[in-house]
């Protein structure tokens, strides 16, 4: 999809602290701009700052940390821009969910287990659009299950008799229920296997090209960002060390962190980093070296068994 080079989200020379003992820097000097219906990956080491960043441009945070300097612009796509360092109180509260939305870290376990799907997705609609009736709310709440590849009639499931990657689907369906235009995903497909993971990324991509929302898209693994992103920043220690396209860092990083990080990656097809997942081997060649895999592999535990044996 192509993006709009008008910015929707405007991340300037942000810096976060955590006030203990000794004062952390977790976020320094970050400057980023969320182009309109774009992917944007950041990714790094755990501990790097990502999720710090995440809850700061969507003013989450809570003491001991501090934003320092800097500041965040939404820019609507109604044409006027919002300071969020501006907002409080109930206009802050009016802001998330509607205009920003967030998934967080380990959402699949986010949800009331005591609730059943539906409550917890009529929550959102009872605290941001009072005005409608019972009726339309559930009507809502079945398309936003249907939109996200969950049939409707789970909405009287308890979250314990979903799989973990309906759960994921429930939560990003209640992060769009009332259309945002930025969503903030703070590793989604934690814990998740892949196959499942896989389901999630496409369900993600395809809602960004109908609904045309932009996403910041958070994780340690590289080689799903460059799958899915336009454009993906680098994060260590708390800086943005690297911002490029997702094919030009790939072939050609600039950073030598990049390059580590990269390289880091078990590879599937060939070389040490060479970790593509998709569009390379196909039909009959992939099922041919599959095999010949499989087949070196079972060679090889025959022989540590006769070697073990003696």
Not at 197 to 203: A, D, H, M
Request: aromatic share 6%; hydrophobic share 40%.
């Amino acid at each position: 999809m192509k993006t709009a080079e008008h910015p929707v989200l405007s991340i300037e020379n942000l810096s976060i602290d955590y006030l203990a003992e000794t004062t952390v820097h977790a976020v320094r000097d970050v400057s980023l701009t969320l182009r309109r219906g774009e992917i944007l990956g950041l990714a790094g080491e755990s501990g790097c700052g990502k999720s710090t960043l995440a809850y700061g441009l969507t003013r989450l945070l809570k003491p001991p940390a501090f934003i320092t300097g800097g500041r965040v612009v939404f820019s609507s796509r109604e044409g006027y821009d919002i300071d969020l360092s501006t907002l409080g109180g109930e206009d802050l509260r009016a802001f998330r969910w509607d205009k920003i939305a967030m998934v967080f870290q380990g959402a699949m376990n986010s949800l009331n287990p005591v609730l059943r799907i539906a409550e917890q997705l009529e929550d959102v609609f009872l605290t941001h659009r009072p005005e409608l009736g019972k009726a339309e709310r559930r009507r809502r709440c079945g398309e936003l299950l249907e939109l996200v590849g969950v049939d409707r009639g789970r909405l009287r499931a308890y979250p314990h008799e979903l799989s973990g990657g309906m759960r994921q689907r429930v939560m990003i369906a209640m992060a769009l229920a009332l259309e945002p235009q930025v969503l903030v995903m703070d590793e989604p497909t934690t814990a998740l296997d892949v196959v499942v993971q896989r389901e999630i990324l496409q369900e993600i991509t395809r809602l960004r090209s109908e609904l045309g929302f932009a996403v910041v898209f958070i994780t340690h693994d590289l080689p799903l960002l460059l799958e899915i992103s336009d454009r993906i920043a680098i994060m260590r220690a708390g800086l943005i060390i690297e911002l490029d396209d997702a094919l030009t860092l790939y072939t050609n990083p600039q950073h030598p962190y990049t390059r580590r990080l990269l390289s880091s990656f078990p590879s599937l097809t060939g070389e040490r980093g060479d970790f593509i997942r998709s569009g390379v081997l196909t039909g009959d060649i992939a099922l041919e070296e599959t095999e010949q895999t499989l087949e070196a592999t079972a060679a090889e535990d025959v022989g540590i068994d006769k070697e073990e044996a003696r």
